[in-house]
């Protein structure tokens, strides 16, 4: 799914040294590429700001990678915002963070209509703030009836929560004699995940340089190719993505069985 091709040659002009868009095969774009996005707070000490110019930094290079991803015909982007282990930093962060998620999706709602983006989110949104919940009930309203890239805002989101809310939900079916416990399969239990419907993640980005998942998607990245970078998000471009999808058709994927 390439949508237009001038406006995704528009979208590259001028590349760096070291990258272009020459350089990926737009036939073998991931159809879900999932960022973790990390690094805010370095990035900011790293410039003697506070950790919330950062986080500010960084939803500007969240929109610059939903923009190049929608040109190169990506199909879903996910991208881990606030996980349920980051209720633990202090207050103030965690208002700051939800105080901007939400402005922001009200901000970015032209946005996401002109470039046709679906809105969802993965996560417990039942445990945030009312006026924080509700904008983000309207935002969803709002972006109703798009049908270009799904953008999947994991916002108190955690793996193993999911895991287990998804078992939950099976055992009450079974309990309630609307399926055998037999049917319990890898496809009814991803059918009860947040990404329910959503093909599972080719490509996960992690910036900062950290190597672990901090709790994402475990069910889902069973397959996927992974690509971590030092760059702190805030400093990640459409440049960025393409080293990482460079990097992804670079790879020989087995899947358990014999190269091709
Ligand atoms: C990622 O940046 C954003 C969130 C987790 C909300 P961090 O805030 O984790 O930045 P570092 O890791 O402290 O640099
Ligand atoms: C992971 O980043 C969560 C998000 C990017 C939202 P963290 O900064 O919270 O991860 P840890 O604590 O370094 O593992
Ligand atoms: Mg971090």
Redesign the pocket.
Known sequence: MVPDPEALRAHFAEPPADIALEDIELEGVPRHISCI?????????ARGLS?GE??KA?IVSLQEVITAAVRLGVEVLSA????TE?WS?PKA?VNL?MRLFAKTFLEELPLLRRENVRVVFLGDLSALPSAIRETFEYGLAECEGHTGMVLALAVNYGARAEIARAARALALEVAAGERDAGSVTEDALAAHLYTAGLPDPELVIRT?G?LRLSNYLLWQVAYAEFYITDT??PDFDRWDLLRAIASFQGRDRRFGGLSA
Do not use: P
Not at 37 to 45: L, Q
């Open positions: 996005m990390d690094g805010n707070g370095r990035w900011a000490t950790r950062g986080h960084g881990y915002a606030f996980s980051n930093r962060e963070l900062s950290e702190y998000w």
